[in-house]
């Protein structure tokens, strides 16, 4: 499963307002796209909806940010079942990369090819 582990973390409300919703359309007919979030009531969820358009079905998900203490961890949302395709992990990745980016953020640890790591 695609993942992140960021301790310590910034705010989700944070993340939340400064979060840039996107769409990439590969030369190879692949979509991506992750539009619209959502700010859980009780502050410590941002839910992201995405889409991957590949070879086959579209794949409809949720990308979870949760926030348990200082840790925020960032995955694919497990309630609904659905295939982790390369674009469902890369969708994950740059969900990732824009959190990574924010003051504060220090990744602990990640199963995905992050830009400028190693």
Request: proline share 8%; aromatic share 10%.
């Amino acid at each position: 499963m695609p993942h992140a582990l960021f301790e310590p973390a910034p705010e989700l409300e944070r993340f939340w307002r400064e979060f840039a919703p996107f769409k990439e359309m590969r030369p190879d007919r692949t979509i991506l796209e992750a539009r619209t979030s959502y700010f859980r009531q009780d502050k410590a969820a941002v839910l992201i909806e995405g889409f991957a358009f590949e070879l086959g079905p579209p794949h409809h998900f949720f990308v979870i940010c949760d926030r348990k203490g200082e840790r925020v961890t960032i995955r694919v949302a497990p309630l609904v079942p659905v295939a982790r395709t390369a674009g469902v992990i890369e969708i994950v990745r740059l969900i990732v990369e824009q959190f990574r980016a924010l003051e504060g953020a220090t990744l602990l640890r990640t199963n995905l090819e992050l830009e400028g790591s190693s």
